[in-house]
């Protein structure tokens, strides 16, 4: 593996039944562009199990060393309890191991990112059961999300009929790697 | 070696630090104040503190050692069996921090790790028998030779640990209730009140607790006025005698003369007295081992790395396996290949 002078932030999100992974390197002062990797895959029961082998896969792939990772950001739900624990067990080790910070992201706000488009209003929502979503109205300005109406759970009904909706797509996790960056606290709001 | 271990299989939140067979540090936070007004184990909460603890654990184990994380060797953690959601917190946290550190990672079978508790320090090796008893288990294994956990019996169906919670709660006793009804019983006098035997005219080297919880209950029914120490002594007397006849025998039909006792009710002194009779050599766990902790779970990978009865690549793919008898292995994920590899 060869060493990557430049820091990358790691975003992880399993809140779903996606696990959702991003590197980011931003745009530095010397003039490196800004550059996302992403890696996306449904394992749905698989996680606990595949996790680490996906991860060490993409972190590979794209040649970036794992000493590189300045921070680390993690999905924090809402969604699957057990899958948001998997994702923050995870983000803990290996924020100890690697010795840097673990910040905590919105999954619905992910979810927004990788579905509406810039400058788009829209819903994103995920399966709540028994009738139910977890879901917030969100607009996307560039890479960031602002929140119009908290993510909650609700009936489905509470959300509009032709409203747009982002909804059975993975999370984009570079959400979570541009709140590593930004140093954002790892508060586990839901499971 | 110096390897840390984890185990968040049930309701405690632990982490130990040992070198080979010497144990450094032993933090375990206990959740039992928090699941004693239910009475028992709430699996849900057990998992949401042991996600809000872990850092703090691992962090307190490795200072309480005098040990800088990049001294430690290897990562090991419980997979199962235990609550799925517990066990997915220590294990995921385990294995995030060994990929971080790029270290091995063992995925340590729970039971292997309390055999490990009452091997620490010494010199046993197999053949030996292994009589395991604990709140969630009680299961007796013959090792003929290291790492081969064969089950001969076990119990049908309450653990011996789990009937002492059952029969401190129909006592009117606090949870855990293995030391408040050893503590009622040395007032108490055996054969004070009626309780059956369990499995009296078995062959095999089976257990069965539930019986007597029931007859308990209803002795408690119909007599309200018995002497609850009596009560206490009497039902642990048969507890007590029904690991140690069921142990002896096996050890006399297997031919074994070392036998293991581990688990939280190993910790039990009416239970050690009786096993003192038996004039086999014997083996408990060393002090403050006997519980769950994680440093039963190090020890137990130590054993492993030093004796290479580990999997090629470390255990990165293994899953949480809540049912996962000891002697099976690890369940993996369908592609095994694929994930089962460590960082390189």
Known sequence: MTSDPSPWYLGLDTATPWLALALWSPAGADGATDVVHRHAIDLGRDLAGALMGELDAFVRAHDVAPEALRAIGVGVGPGSFTGIRIGIAAALGLGRGLGVAVAGAGTLEALALAGLDDGEVGWSAIDARRGAVYAGRFRRIGDDIDVLEEGRRRPRAEVPPGARLVEGIAPDAFHAARAARAGAPLLPRYG | ?344
Not at chain 2, 284 to 296: E, H, I, K, Q, S
Request: with cysteine.
């Open chain 2, 1 to 344: 070696m110096i390897v840390l271990g984890i185990d968040t299989s049930c309701d405690d939140t632990a982490v130990g630090i040992v070198r080979d067979r010497a144990v450094l540090s032993n933090v375990v936070v206990s959740q039992a104040a928090l699941h004693a007004r239910f009475g028992g184990v709430m699996p849900e909460e057990a998992s949401r503190e042991h996600l809000g603890l872990i850092d703090e654990v691992a962090t307190r184990a490795l200072a309480e050692a005098g040990i800088a994380l990049a001294e430690v060797d290897a990562v090991a953690a419980t997979y199962g069996p235990g609550l799925v959601g517990s066990l997915l917190v220590g294990l995921g946290y385990a294995k995030g921090l060994a990929w971080g550190r790029g270290l091995p990672f063992v995925a340590v079978h729970h039971l292997e790790g309390h055999v490990a508790a009452s091997l620490a320090g010494g010199g046993l090796e197999a053949p030996y028998l292994c009589l395991v008893a604990s709140g969630g288990h009680t299961v007796l294994f013959d090792v003929a030779t290291p790492g081969d956990f064969r089950r001969v019996g076990g119990s049908r169906d309450d653990a011996a640990g789990e009937a002492f919670d059952k029969v401190a709660r129909l006592l009117g006793l606090p949870y855990p209730g293995g030391p408040s009804v050893a503590s009622l019983a040395e007032r108490g006098t055996v054969d004070g009140v009626p309780l059956p035997v369990p499995m009296r005219a078995q062959r095999g080297y089976d257990f069965s607790f539930s019986g007597l919880k029931t007859a308990v209950a209803v002795l408690l029914e119909r007599n309200p006025e018995a002497m609850i120490a009596d009560v206490a002594a009497t039902f642990q007397a048969r507890v007590v005698g029904s690991l140690v006849d069921v142990t002896r025998r096996a050890a006399a039909d297997i031919g074994r003369d070392d036998v293991v006792v581990a688990g939280g009710v190993a910790a039990n002194r009416a239970l050690r007295a009786a096993f003192d009779e038996t004039g086999l050599r014997l083996h408990f766990p060393a002090p403050g081992l006997a519980t769950d902790n994680g440093a039963m779970i190090a020890l137990a990978a130590a054993a492993r790395l030093a004796s290479g009865r580990v999997t090629p690549g470390g255990d990165l793919g293994v899953d949480a396996a809540p049912y996962q008898p000891l002697g099976e292995g690890p369940s993996r994920p369908r592609d095994a290949t694929a994930t089962a590899t460590g960082r390189s």
